[in-house]
């Protein structure tokens, strides 16, 4: 866990390498609509499914929506949005829809919506 909700939890963002940056603004921005929100920092799921289940409980506990952010495609997230506890009606993803797009990082952000604001878009479509 990188940073805790500052009231109830009612969203989690999983981000790896420099998503976490995108999620903390996320977090800043529900933050401040009293939307309690934590951000776990993942950058490995293999690491993290090898910690014992008390631990993965700990980090991602039932409840709250999750919404990974990956610059990459949902492929894997799976395990960590809907299952341990996760539902679908509360699991989103923030990421690319297929593979191949070629062009400078900002660019492909902002085509693929991985930004904080649509985050925070995701997150609340979930509450």
């Given at each position: 866990?990188?940073?805790?909700?500052?009231?109830?939890?009612?969203?989690?963002l999983?981000?790896?390498?420099?998503e976490?940056?995108?999620?903390?603004?996320?977090?800043?921005?529900?933050?401040?609509?009293?939307?309690?929100?934590?951000?776990?920092?993942?950058?490995?799921?293999?690491l993290?499914?090898?910690?014992d289940?008390?631990?993965?409980?700990?980090?991602?506990?039932?409840?709250?929506a999750?919404?990974?952010?990956?610059a990459?495609?949902?492929?894997?997230?799976?395990?960590?949005?809907?299952?341990?506890?996760?539902?679908?009606s509360?699991?989103?993803?923030?990421?690319?829809?297929?593979?191949?797009a070629?062009?400078?990082?900002?660019?492909?952000y902002?085509?693929?919506g991985?930004?904080?604001?649509?985050?925070?878009a995701?997150?609340?479509?979930?509450l």
């Open positions: 866990m990188l940073a805790d909700a500052t009231g109830k939890r009612q969203v989690i999983i981000a790896t390498g420099s976490v940056e995108i999620a903390l603004k996320a977090r800043d921005m529900l933050e401040a609509e009293g939307i309690g929100t934590r951000v776990v920092s993942m950058p490995s799921m293999e993290f499914a090898q910690q289940e008390a631990y993965r409980k700990r980090v991602l506990p039932g409840g709250p999750r919404v990974a952010i990956e990459g495609v949902r492929q894997g997230w799976d395990r960590w949005l809907l299952g341990e506890r996760g539902k679908e509360k699991a989103g993803f923030v990421g690319m829809s297929s593979f191949g070629s062009a400078p990082m900002e660019r492909l902002k085509e693929f991985i930004t904080a604001e649509n985050a925070v995701v997150a609340k479509s979930l």
